[in-house]
């Protein structure tokens, strides 16, 4: 069954740095999102993404974050300069038609841990 | 503002025997979908069931069924003949139409005991 990839599975990193976390989505799949989960809390919407645009973001996307789809294959979430409070597991899920019409389908994450 | 409450962060149920997850939500739209995910302890979060905001038939899933309740803000999760397998943590989402954009509760951990 196809299955959305994401690497690294666990990225450490100095804060102020530039991290970018991958995602592979299905490949017929055409919305990408992003999320994030803070340890022990909810699931926090960040993005979403189609026809190669955000279609979607929430307060917490700001300026620091930024998605792009480089290859037609990869979907990649870009943090610029990574704050403590960026310390999270993300998520990446994909779906074939708009997400209330179709299921999502989620990574395993990446965990991030900003030091 | 759109948000998602789960009350339960923790809940046991004996195998075999039925449970059920609560989850409110608030909101002023009137078109939007409601959504119970599953994390098992391996992280990728899988759909379980899901509910049209329009339709006042409660969507059932073999064992997993939903009790909603639009005017009280309600989407419960009923769990029958509980499994090892459904021990996970279980998230409550909401989706308004035409926008492409989830709000998740902070999901209720549920043991099941042999």
Redesign the interface.
Known sequence: EP?VTQTPSHQVTQMGQEVILRCVPISNHL?F?W?RQILG?????LV?F?NNEI??K?EIFDDQFSVERPDGSNFTLKIRSTKLEDSA?Y?C?SCSG???TD??Y????TRLTVL | AQT?TQSQPEMSVQEAETVTLSCTYDTSESDY?LFW?KQPP??????VI?Q?AYKQQNATENRFSVNFQKAAKSFSLKISDSQLGDAAMY?C?Y?I?N?????????TKLNVKP
């Open positions: 299955e919305y999102y999320y809390q909810k699931v926090e919407f979403s189609y279609s979607e929430s597991m998520f899920a708009g997400a209330y299921t999502q989620f990574g395993p994450g | 998602v979908y995910y391996s992280r990728q979060m899988i759909l899901r049209e998230f989402a989706h139409y926008f492409n954009k989830f709000y998740f509760g902070s999901g």
